[in-house]
């Protein structure tokens, strides 16, 4: 879905899934390895989160107004690369934005016996500058996007968006025991 909303581009994704060398990975990198210019995914758990910091400094050595956006799941929170981010960005005031999918879920367990205390306050104790949204409030989740984008970009300083959603489907073949 990511793939799809920056590039606009279905039909290369589909065959890449079909490991087509038409695909945009040509054929190789399935659903989670995917590059085309601006857009990185890699399967591995906040991997690509301090490669994102590395293009946020140079596009801020660059002195351009490009911003980067990571996505991660709440799952994620429990991999220590993720603070090592938090603070190397807030140290250098890199114009990096992290997305938290929070659903409630990591894969198929419940967060409440996953993740413990604040995920927001996670991110503030390292500086970050952090806004709490849902995909159940469209206009909300819009306006909070943006005006997170204009800070980042107006005071030089990473930012932390959690939102609140709900899966619909297993994360994998049948693991779910949600309601």
């Known amino acids: 879905g990511h793939f ?3 590039t606009g581009e279905w039909k290369s994704l589909m065959l890449e899934l079909l490991g ?3 695909g945009v990975c ?4 399935s659903s989670q390895h995917l590059f085309e210019q601006g857009f990185l995914s890699n399967g591995v ?3 690509l989160l301090p490669v994102a910091s590395g293009i946020a400094l140079a596009e801020l050595k660059n002195k351009t ?3 980067v956006i990571s996505f991660i799941g709440e799952g994620t929170l429990g991999e220590g690369i993720v603070y090592e981010v938090f603070n190397l960005s ?3 005031r890199l114009p990096h934005v992290i997305v938290c999918e929070n659903n409630l879920y990591s894969q198929s367990t419940p967060q409440s016996h996953s993740v413990s205390g604040s995920i927001l306050k ?3 104790a390292f500086g970050w500058s952090c806004y709490n949204t849902n995909t159940w409030d469209l206009k909300g989740l819009f306006n909070t996007v943006k005006s997170t984008i204009d800070s980042v970009r107006k005071n030089h300083c990473p930012a932390f968006i959690n939102i609140e959603t709900y899966r619909l489907n297993a994360h994998s ?3 779910d025991n949600r309601p």
């Open 4 to 6: 799809i909303a920056y």
């Open 20 to 22: 087509k060398e038409e």
């Open 26 to 29: 040509g054929g190789i990198g």
């Open 45 to 47: 758990q906040g991997s």
């Open 65 to 67: 107004d490009a911003i």
């Open 90 to 92: 807030s140290i250098l």
């Open 122 to 124: 996670r991110a503030e």
């Open 173 to 175: 073949k049948g693991d």
